[in-house]
């Protein structure tokens, strides 16, 4: 009685729709920023209070949209009802005997599973038994296949969607007469680089001793009005942990970040997703699993308010978070802040489609906190809307969308292309005929000889020579490595030079490429110096390698062949690589066509010199030059082996020094 | 008649404060307030509720003067005093263990000796032994105005001395470091418990309430039951540094504050007794435990214990094993304690505040402060510039340059402006400060800095530069890791991360002393500006450093030397006590608690002690997720505002170290600087530079400030309007009125 009398008070600051903000949160408050990082913003949720309830091991919570809270008091076998928190009636006593997961449905039936009779109760509003049921009958179901209940939901039209322990199958759904109708949004397995190799070299009856490699089974389910169902699994990587399946059982989600731990899930009515964690950490996205912010700490005995220790449950109501605490046998509510309350608006009108009247918004949250990416998509999408493509343009960028920065993109130059097409052609071919007019009197007249004996003045010089050198190679590959071979043309001073080059286009072309096509959403996030370590320790790899290969297995190269053919194998990279990157800047996603293509044949293109490289400074059959390819890539893999495992080996032998030296400092 | 009346009220009234200790939770979410029910019923005449207060006869008279009577149990030398202002007797231990306490004999022990002792052996295991349950020899002796008493343990052969002194505030303690003598080399004295029952109090038979300086002040109230599932240690100043090596960096969570005064305190019948106790000496060693009724025993106690032996893990490989060995030697320090106490009106936290703002003053570390213009001042803090990587060289990003800090300046309708530059040094904010004044080319010029300063001391205000004196900053040059650096117990460098999330090993007192005084000679006296100093006076840690240990006791001491041969003008961020001295202004002043949930109401305590004499400012309020809050309780607690800015676009630092400041354009806060300065000058002008005499809670979220000068400030935290007689507050706002004083 006198738990219940001083929660009174409690319920009194909830009226306040809005109180003041109470102790230091103990946690800082992440949201998603540019460059796929996480980056501090103001506290979104403040803890507000905690709540001591006659509660054991309490395993999940629901909140009905009036308000009630419910609560599956495990170890205690009962269902708790809770009003302003108060308790106002307990269920299911004698009935239950651990329920593990709840829902209450819109008439204030609870469907109940019980984790430890392993079966699905289902109680009336009253607390009633309805129908009790366990392991389904149907051979559909699966012969040796367990049911182990734990989580439930329950969708508009009475599907019960089960969340099984250890169910690779995915979601058990029944109907509420205990028969089974299918599984439902299974995960899926992956296999391991480390996985792929012991099925390779282990026998059958060593294999038989490990845990099969089964999906893993979610751990909580939530389900939407739309009767989307929402799972987390725990386990998993952090971006495979949460997903949502349409009515087909097909997952929508793809690269959400979430956590390897998560407990629970609750999506709202008005477009949020939250969810929290074994560490006491809660994830809040907007229902395309956006993610819009991370806040949360464990306890470690400190009773910071705020701080969780074994979440189990989470639910919403209004502005309020509750989670239930497994540990502490309390709720902690957590109040949405004034920042987070402009946002969440923000996204509840642009969810709804309403993007005009969601920018506003954003671009107040934009105020508070620059670095805040999802407002800029918002925004971005507004101007779109708007036919404002420029201001689209770099809003999608700040939003890192190469998707609707391509689009946008598209509308421009179309508009450009609308504008000016008419004009450039009649330049282009005006360009055109005053070239051949000029061809035709150069012809006559001989005007450009004094260039060209210029020209051929420059060929004395050997570096010119070896650069004109390399345009032989588009012609005649397999002939110019045989002026190589005879130190006819081409030097290692050129080679290097060439390297350099490659090094330096490497990096150029890294930043020109377009936003579109960039793997980074910033020049920013480039990281130069690992670009330059590994072309050059590619190039010194595979020159090592390969000469080292070579003269082992009868190749006729030297090591100033090898060098100076490697080096002029690589021309169409050094040729065509910035160009292409410059053309992907006035590309489209439409055209990723072009793009890749061309990338391709570059690539195939360096292939098939160093292939012809290999063979023709060698002098190899072909059969020969694909055996000392593949010997030469080995190497290059036992090299970078060797190099670990040296680092590996000094590292202990440091360990070991340096931990005589402590030893010998504090004894003696 | 009278007398079951007085009865009868008193029994109303500790119903009341028993339902009221289920009330605390309204106290914390509206900017901390008592409830109505505490506030309301200042008449508290009956003393039913009384605990022991008679004294035993086994207890003599050792000394007496005006407000106290100190008497003495010779055979545990607890102590009692008798308050002849109100009658009431502070006992420092209980008289007697009944059944129904519910203590074991270790408890019992401890809780009937004036003092207590945990022993550690070679291995680091600890024994406690009190005076009533070791083997002792115990000779007390009466002093001119008290006694002192010597307690020899004979087990472990440790021996030591109190002194119990009667002064006119209340009673001194004393452990003087030379009287500890650990005679038997296999035993160590590990803590001290100097009266750790003093004015313990049995569950909720008496109304009042413990106070701990955790955040800005924090109330926990007697109750039957407590929230709190294990006891609350807490070392002043913060744990030590030294000790532990380092302090892992965890982004994701928010630093509790550490306790920064060295006062505890507790509230017998509200308006009627109070003490505090005050740590004079030993405070960098002292830790407070707080034993909420419910939490092992029955009895609401806090005390202070003393470490003088500690143990640590000494890693001897780097995977991490290792033995557990004892420091080498005994914490060298003496302990000196004030108990003040107070009576009448003066018996609740504002009363505490005041005793110990007067003993800071009589002590003359406080000093009322001249400004007294009616505009309250606003702490601008500018980012000058923080480094970027191009390529492999690095340069630096200019956010806001000399000329674009005077322009803004210059633009904003604010007065008494409190500008701090920060990120001022060659490449700025997270490269190691220079020891000279030289400011990074890209931002201007000392000369250009010099005019700046000059303008804004000529219009009121106050201009510094940022500084944190004992941060090396990792992976930075400018320092000699060899020498400079600080070393913990396992002689390891010191490595931590300050206030803007950047990690640091810290220097040792040498190099802190060198560098310091090197560029606040070049600072003070090229510029009119002062040093606004970051980490100095919050960060506390012991440094053995071959040759050069250095105790935390004789490190506030070094530092306080260090800053007393300057005379330019030092502010701080969140300074412990110790520089209060030093402090022309307080910067980042909590408003609030690190929320340990059996805390029951947040008070600005701290505001209060500070108030009249050291002007104080919030944290950047860009960072605040509730402005109209915050501001609310800025007004309630009487702390002026702060923002953080830049000229340039934020978006410009995104991938630097400086990424913490994540909203900062003045192009976006201007307007908003304006609007709540205005707002909070108008609340809090009228009484700048005035103490805080009283604070009430009129109702739930609705509070009253009283200051020396007769002006009253009520705070409506509520969504409602409040009106009450002549005064009426709009939702979420505050008033100022005169009230006779």
Same mark, same amino acid.
């Given at each position: 009685?006198?738990?219940?009398?001083?929660?009174?008070?409690?319920?009194?600051?909830?009226?306040?729709?809005?109180?003041?903000?109470?102790?230091?949160?103990?946690?800082?408050?992440?949201?998603?920023?540019?460059?796929?990082?996480?980056?501090?913003?103001?506290?979104?949720?403040?803890?507000?209070?905690?709540?001591?309830?006659?509660?054991?091991?309490?395993?999940?919570?629901? !909140?009905?949209?009036?308000?009630?809270?419910?609560?599956?008091?495990?170890?205690?076998?009962?269902?708790?009802?809770?009003?302003?928190?108060?308790?106002?009636?307990?269920?299911?006593?004698?009935?239950?005997?651990?329920?593990?997961?709840?829902?209450?449905?819109?008439?204030?039936?609870?469907?109940?599973?019980?984790?430890?009779?392993?079966?699905?109760?289902?109680?009336?509003?009253?607390?009633?038994?309805?129908?009790?049921?366990?392991?389904?009958?149907?051979?559909? @179901?699966? $012969?040796?296949?367990?049911?182990?209940?734990?989580?439930?939901?329950?969708?508009?039209?009475?599907?019960?969607?089960?969340?099984?322990?250890?169910?690779?199958?995915?979601?058990?759904?029944?109907?509420?007469?205990?028969?089974?109708?299918?599984?439902?949004?299974?995960?899926?397995?992956?296999?391991?680089?480390?996985?792929?190799?012991?099925?390779?070299?282990?026998?059958?009856?060593?294999?038989?001793?490990?845990?099969?490699?089964?999906?893993?089974?979610?751990?909580?389910?939530?389900?939407?009005?739309?009767?989307?169902?929402?799972? !987390?699994?725990?386990?998993?990587?952090?971006?495979?942990?949460?997903?949502?399946?349409?009515?087909?059982?097909?997952?929508?989600?793809?690269?959400?970040?979430?956590?390897?731990?998560?407990?629970?899930?609750?999506?709202?009515?008005?477009?949020?997703?939250?969810?929290?964690?074994?560490?006491?950490?809660?994830?809040?996205?907007?229902?395309?699993?956006?993610?819009?912010?991370?806040?949360?700490? $464990?306890?470690?005995?400190?009773?910071?308010?705020?701080?969780?220790?074994?979440?189990?449950?989470?639910?919403?109501?209004?502005?309020?978070?509750?989670?239930?605490?497994?540990?502490?046998?309390?709720?902690?509510?957590?109040?949405?802040?004034?920042?987070?309350?402009?946002?969440?608006?923000?996204?509840?009108?642009?969810?709804?489609?309403?993007?005009?009247?969601?920018?506003?918004? @954003?671009?107040?949250?934009?105020?508070?906190?620059?670095?805040?990416?999802?407002?800029?998509?918002?925004?971005?999408?507004?101007?779109?809307?708007?036919?404002?493509?420029?201001?689209?343009?770099?809003?999608?960028?700040?939003?890192?969308?190469?998707?609707?920065?391509?689009?946008?993109?598209?509308?421009?130059?179309?508009?450009?292309? $609308?504008?000016?097409?008419?004009?450039?052609?009649?330049?282009?071919?005006?360009?055109?005929?005053?070239?051949?007019?000029?061809?035709?009197?150069?012809?006559?007249?001989?005007?450009?000889?004094?260039?060209?004996?210029?020209?051929?003045?420059?060929?004395?010089?050997?570096?010119?020579?070896?650069?004109?050198?390399?345009?032989?190679?588009?012609?005649?590959?397999?002939?110019?490595?045989?002026?190589?071979?005879?130190?006819?043309?081409?030097?290692?001073?050129?080679?290097?030079?060439?390297?350099?080059?490659?090094?330096?286009?490497?990096?150029?072309?890294?930043?020109?490429?377009?936003?579109? @096509?960039?793997?980074?959403?910033?020049?920013?996030?480039?990281?130069?110096?690992?670009?330059?370590?590994?072309?050059?320790?590619?190039?010194?790899?595979?020159?090592?390698?390969?000469?080292?290969?070579?003269?082992?297995?009868?190749?006729?190269?030297?090591?100033?062949?090898?060098?100076?053919?490697?080096?002029?194998?690589?021309?169409?990279?050094?040729?065509?690589?910035?160009?292409?990157?410059?053309?992907?800047?006035?590309?489209?996603?439409?055209?990723?066509?072009?793009?890749?293509?061309?990338?391709?044949?570059?690539?195939?293109?360096?292939?098939?010199?160093?292939?012809?490289?290999?063979?023709?400074?060698?002098?190899?059959?072909?059969?020969?030059?694909?055996?000392?390819?593949?010997?030469?890539?080995?190497?290059?893999?036992?090299?970078?082996?060797?190099?670990?495992?040296?680092?590996?080996?000094?590292?202990?032998?440091?360990?070991?020094?340096?931990?005589?030296?402590?030893?010998?400092?504090?004894?003696? | 008649?009278?007398?079951?009346?007085?009865?009868?009220?008193?029994?109303?009234?500790?119903?009341?404060?028993?339902?009221?200790?289920?009330?605390?939770?309204?106290?914390?979410?509206?900017?901390?307030?008592?409830?109505?029910?505490?506030?309301?019923?200042?008449?508290?005449?009956?003393?039913?509720?009384?605990?022991?207060?008679?004294?035993?006869?086994?207890?003599?008279?050792?000394?007496?003067?005006?407000?106290?009577?100190?008497?003495?149990?010779?055979?545990?030398?607890?102590?009692?005093?008798?308050?002849?202002?109100?009658?009431?007797?502070?006992?420092?231990?209980?008289?007697?263990?009944?059944?129904?306490?519910?203590?074991?004999?270790?408890?019992?022990?401890?809780?009937?000796?004036?003092?207590?002792?945990?022993?550690?052996?070679?291995?680091?295991?600890?024994?406690?032994?009190?005076?009533?349950?070791?083997?002792?020899?115990?000779?007390?002796?009466?002093?001119?105005?008290?006694?002192?008493?010597?307690?020899?343990?004979?087990?472990?052969?440790?021996?030591?001395?109190?002194?119990?002194?009667?002064?006119?505030?209340?009673?001194?303690?004393?452990?003087?470091?030379?009287?500890?003598?650990?005679?038997?080399?296999?035993?160590?004295?590990?803590?001290?418990?100097?009266?750790?029952?003093?004015?313990?109090?049995?569950?909720?038979?008496?109304?009042?309430?413990?106070?701990?300086?955790?955040?800005?002040?924090?109330?926990?109230?007697?109750?039957?039951?407590?929230?709190?599932?294990?006891?609350?240690?807490?070392?002043?100043?913060?744990?030590?540094?030294? +000790?532990?090596?380092?302090?892992?960096?965890?982004?994701?969570?928010?630093?509790?504050?550490?306790?920064?005064?060295?006062?505890?305190?507790?509230?017998?019948?509200?308006?009627?007794?109070?003490?505090?106790?005050?740590?004079?000496?030993?405070?960098?060693?002292?830790?407070?435990?707080?034993?909420?009724?419910?939490?092992?025993?029955?009895?609401?106690?806090?005390?202070?214990?003393?470490?003088?032996?500690?143990?640590?893990?000494?890693?001897?490989?780097?995977?991490?094993?290792?033995?557990?060995?004892?420091?080498?030697?005994?914490?060298?320090?003496?302990?000196?304690?004030?108990?003040?106490?107070?009576?009448?009106?003066?018996?609740?936290?504002?009363?505490?505040?005041?005793?110990?703002?007067?003993?800071?003053?009589?002590?003359?570390?406080?000093?009322?402060?001249?400004?007294?213009?009616?505009?309250?001042?606003?702490?601008?803090?500018?980012?000058?510039?923080?480094?970027?990587?191009?390529?492999?060289?690095?340069?630096?990003?200019?956010?806001?340059?000399?000329?674009?800090?005077?322009?803004?300046?210059?633009?904003?309708?604010?007065?008494?402006?409190?500008?701090?530059?920060?990120?001022?040094?060659?490449?700025?904010?997270?490269?190691?400060?220079?020891?000279?004044?030289?400011?990074?080319?890209?931002?201007?010029?000392?000369?250009?800095?010099?005019?700046?300063?000059?303008?804004?001391?000529?219009?009121?205000?106050?201009?510094?530069?940022?500084?944190?004196?004992?941060?090396?900053? +990792?992976?930075?040059?400018?320092?000699?890791?060899?020498?400079?650096?600080?070393?913990?117990?396992?002689?390891?460098?010191?490595?931590?991360?300050?206030?803007?999330?950047?990690?640091?090993?810290?220097?040792?007192?040498?190099?802190?002393?060198?560098?310091?005084?090197?560029?606040?000679?070049?600072?003070?006296?090229?510029?009119?500006?002062?040093? /606004?100093?970051?980490?100095?006076?919050?960060?506390?840690?012991?440094?053995?450093?071959?040759?050069?240990?250095?105790?935390?006791?004789?490190?506030?001491?070094?530092?306080?030397?260090?800053?007393?041969?300057?005379?330019?003008?030092?502010?701080?961020?969140?300074?412990?006590?110790?520089?209060?001295?030093?402090?022309?202004?307080?910067?980042?002043?909590?408003?609030?608690?690190?929320?340990?949930?059996?805390?029951?109401?947040?008070?600005?305590?701290?505001?209060?002690?500070?108030?009249?004499?050291?002007?104080?400012?919030?944290?950047?309020?860009?960072?605040?997720?509730?402005?109209?809050?915050?501001?609310?309780?800025?007004?309630?607690?009487?702390?002026?505002?702060?923002?953080?800015?830049?000229?340039?676009?934020?978006?410009?630092?995104?991938?630097?170290?400086?990424?913490?400041?994540?909203?900062?354009?003045?192009?976006?806060?201007?307007?908003?600087?304006?609007?709540?300065?205005?707002?909070?000058?108008?609340?809090?002008?009228?009484?700048?530079?005035? /103490?805080?005499? /009283?604070?009430?809670?009129?109702?739930?979220?609705?509070?009253?400030?009283?200051?020396?000068?007769?002006?009253?400030?009520?705070?409506?935290?509520?969504?409602?309007?409040?009106?009450?007689?002549?005064?009426?507050?709009?939702?979420?706002?505050?008033?100022?009125?005169?009230?006779?004083?």
């Amino acid at each position: 009685m006198k738990k219940i009398l001083w929660l009174l008070p409690i319920a009194f600051i909830l009226m306040f729709t809005s109180t003041s903000v109470n102790a230091e949160t103990p946690y800082t408050t992440w949201a998603w920023g540019p460059g796929g990082g996480l980056i501090r913003t103001q506290d979104a949720y403040t803890p507000l209070t905690e709540i001591d309830l006659p509660i054991s091991a309490a395993e999940d919570l629901f !909140v009905t949209s009036d308000g009630s809270i419910f609560i599956a008091d495990t170890g205690n076998g009962r269902i708790l009802e809770l009003q302003d928190f108060d308790i106002v009636a307990s269920y299911g006593e004698g009935i239950l005997k651990g329920p593990t997961g709840l829902f209450v449905d819109d008439d204030g039936t609870m469907y109940i599973a019980d984790g430890k009779q392993d079966s699905i109760v289902i109680l009336d509003r009253n607390g009633n038994l309805i129908n009790q049921f366990g392991r389904p009958v149907e051979p559909l @179901f699966g $012969q040796d296949k367990e049911f182990l209940p734990r989580k439930i939901a329950v969708d508009a039209r009475q599907n019960l969607y089960i969340i099984s322990e250890g169910s690779a199958n995915g979601i058990v759904m029944m109907n509420t007469n205990g028969n089974f109708v299918g599984y439902f949004g299974a995960n899926t397995a992956k296999m391991s680089l480390k996985m792929i190799l012991q099925r390779l070299f282990l026998t059958k009856e060593q294999l038989a001793q490990f845990i099969k490699n089964q999906a893993a089974s979610p751990s909580n389910i939530a389900i939407d009005r739309q009767s989307l169902v929402y799972t !987390v699994t725990a386990g998993t990587s952090r971006w495979e942990s949460i997903s949502t399946f349409t009515i087909s059982g097909k997952n929508i989600f793809s690269g959400t970040f979430g956590s390897t731990s998560f407990r629970d899930i609750n999506v709202s009515d008005n477009g949020l997703m939250i969810t929290v964690d074994g560490n006491g950490q809660i994830y809040e996205y907007d229902v395309n699993g956006a993610l819009l912010f991370v806040f949360g700490a $464990q306890d470690t005995g400190d009773q910071r308010l705020g701080t969780l220790v074994n979440p189990t449950g989470i639910d919403r109501y209004e502005d309020y978070i509750y989670v239930l605490d497994k540990d502490k046998n309390v709720l902690v509510v957590y109040q949405t802040t004034a920042f987070a309350r402009l946002v969440h608006d923000g996204v509840r009108l642009y969810m709804d489609g309403f993007y005009s009247e969601a920018k506003p918004y @954003f671009e107040e949250v934009v105020n508070y906190n620059g670095s805040f990416i999802w407002s800029y998509q918002a925004i971005a999408d507004a101007y779109f809307k708007e036919r404002d493509y420029s201001n689209a343009l770099a809003a999608y960028k700040y939003a890192e969308n190469p998707y609707g920065y391509s689009q946008a993109f598209w509308e421009l130059r179309n508009l450009a292309l $609308q504008q000016y097409l008419g004009t450039a052609l009649v330049c282009l071919t005006g360009l055109w005929l005053l070239q051949v007019v000029a061809k035709r009197l150069d012809k006559r007249y001989r005007w450009s000889n004094p260039i060209r004996t210029w020209f051929k003045n420059l060929l004395q010089y050997k570096l010119v020579d070896d650069f004109v050198f390399m345009f032989r190679f588009i012609k005649q590959p397999a002939d110019s490595f045989y002026y190589i071979k005879k130190n006819l043309r081409g030097s290692l001073g050129f080679a290097a030079l060439l390297y350099a080059l490659v090094v330096v286009i490497r990096v150029l072309s890294l930043y020109c490429t377009g936003f579109t @096509f960039s793997k980074y959403p910033s020049p920013a996030y480039i990281r130069v110096e690992n670009e330059v370590v590994i072309a050059i320790l590619l190039i010194l790899l595979w020159n090592a390698a390969n000469y080292l290969v070579s003269t082992i297995s009868d190749g006729e190269g030297r090591v100033r062949d090898v060098i100076i053919g490697s080096a002029y194998s690589l021309f169409p990279y050094v040729l065509f690589a910035l160009p292409i990157a410059l053309i992907s800047n006035i590309l489209t996603l439409n055209e990723i066509f072009i793009y890749n293509f061309s990338l391709d044949i570059m690539w195939f293109w360096v292939g098939l010199i160093l292939f012809l490289m290999v063979k023709e400074i060698h002098n190899y059959s072909v059969s020969e030059t694909i055996k000392n390819i593949l010997t030469t890539l080995f190497t290059m893999a036992l090299f970078v082996l060797t190099g670990y495992i040296l680092y590996v080996l000094f590292n202990q032998l440091f360990d070991f020094v340096s931990a005589i030296l402590q030893e010998v400092r504090l004894r003696g | 008649m009278v007398r079951i009346y007085r009865l009868f009220q008193g029994l109303i009234l500790v119903g009341f404060l028993l339902g009221s200790s289920a009330r605390p939770l309204d106290a914390l979410a509206f900017g901390g307030g008592e409830p109505s029910v505490l506030a309301a019923q200042p008449e508290i005449g009956d003393v039913d509720w009384r605990n022991h207060q008679e004294i035993p006869d086994y207890f003599e008279l050792v000394a007496e003067n005006d407000n106290f009577q100190l008497y003495v149990d010779q055979s545990t030398i607890a102590f009692k005093v008798l308050d002849k202002r109100s009658g009431y007797i502070w006992s420092s231990n209980l008289d007697e263990v009944t059944k129904d306490d519910k203590l074991n004999k270790t408890w019992t022990a401890f809780a009937r000796s004036g003092i207590s002792i945990d022993y550690l052996d070679q291995k680091a295991i600890s024994e406690r032994l009190s005076i009533t349950n070791s083997e002792n020899t115990l000779n007390v002796n009466l002093t001119e105005d008290g006694f002192q008493a010597s307690v020899k343990f004979i087990d472990p052969s440790i021996s030591l001395v109190v002194m119990v002194t009667l002064e006119p505030d209340g009673v001194r303690v004393e452990v003087p470091f030379e009287s500890i003598k650990e005679e038997d080399p296999d035993f160590k004295l590990g803590l001290l418990y100097v009266y750790p029952f003093f004015a313990a109090t049995k569950e909720d038979s008496v109304p009042g309430y413990m106070f701990i300086p955790d955040g800005c002040g924090s109330l926990v109230r007697f109750g039957a039951t407590t929230k709190a599932t294990n006891i609350l240690y807490a070392r002043y100043y913060g744990s030590d540094l030294g +000790m532990l090596a380092s302090i892992p960096y965890n982004p994701m969570v928010n630093r509790p504050y550490n306790f920064s005064i060295p006062v505890i305190g507790m509230v017998h019948g509200h308006k009627q007794n109070a003490y505090i106790s005050v740590i004079e000496e030993g405070a960098s060693y002292a830790q407070v435990q707080m034993h909420p009724a419910g939490v092992i025993t029955r009895f609401n106690f806090l005390f202070n214990a003393f470490i003088y032996n500690e143990s640590y893990f000494q890693a001897t490989n780097r995977s991490g094993a290792g033995v557990i060995t004892l420091q080498p030697s005994t914490n060298a320090y003496d302990v000196k304690i004030h108990y003040r106490f107070l009576t009448g009106d003066d018996s609740d936290y504002v009363g505490m505040a005041k005793s110990y703002q007067k003993y800071l003053v009589d002590k003359g570390i406080l000093q009322r402060s001249a400004d007294e213009d009616g505009d309250i001042g606003i702490r601008l803090e500018f980012l000058g510039g923080e480094k970027e990587k191009v390529l492999i060289w690095q340069r630096l990003i200019p956010m806001t340059t000399v000329d674009q800090m005077a322009g803004i300046l210059e633009n904003l309708d604010v007065k008494d402006p409190e500008v701090i530059y920060y990120g001022w040094q060659p490449l700025g904010a997270s490269s190691m400060p220079p020891k000279s004044l030289k400011l990074d080319s890209g931002l201007g010029t000392v000369h250009q800095l010099a005019s700046l300063a000059d303008s804004i001391v000529a219009s009121g205000g106050n201009f510094y530069l940022y500084l944190d004196p004992q941060a090396a900053l +990792m992976g930075e040059k400018g320092y000699s890791p060899r020498y400079d650096l600080a070393m913990s117990i396992t002689n390891f460098n010191l490595t931590g991360y300050n206030n803007r999330n950047e990690e640091n090993y810290y220097f040792n007192f040498d190099a802190v002393s060198e560098r310091y005084s090197a560029l606040s000679e070049d600072v003070f006296s090229e510029l009119n500006a002062g040093l /606004a100093l970051d980490g100095i006076g919050s960060m506390l840690f012991s440094d053995f450093k071959s040759k050069n240990v250095l105790n935390r006791e004789n490190a506030i001491i070094s530092y306080q030397q260090m800053l007393a041969e300057d005379d330019g003008i030092t502010s701080f961020y969140l300074p412990n006590d110790y520089m209060f001295g030093y402090v022309n202004a307080y910067y980042d002043i909590p408003l609030t608690n690190n929320g340990y949930v059996y805390t029951t109401d947040v008070v600005p305590f701290l505001q209060i002690v500070l108030s009249g004499y050291v002007p104080v400012y919030g944290t950047a309020l860009n960072f605040s997720s509730n402005i109209t809050d915050e501001l609310l309780r800025h007004v309630d607690f009487g702390v002026y505002p702060s923002y953080f800015l830049t000229y340039d676009v934020t978006a410009k630092i995104l991938n630097t170290r400086s990424n913490w400041i994540y909203t900062s354009s003045y192009a976006q806060w201007g307007d908003e600087i304006e609007r709540t300065y205005k707002w909070l000058d108008n609340l809090l002008g009228p009484v700048e530079g005035q /103490a805080i005499i /009283a604070r009430k809670v009129i109702v739930e979220g609705v509070v009253a400030t009283t200051y020396a000068n007769g002006k009253q400030i009520i705070v409506n935290y509520t969504n409602r309007p409040f009106s009450a007689g002549v005064i009426s507050v709009n939702a979420k706002d505050a008033v100022i009125r005169e009230v006779v004083p």
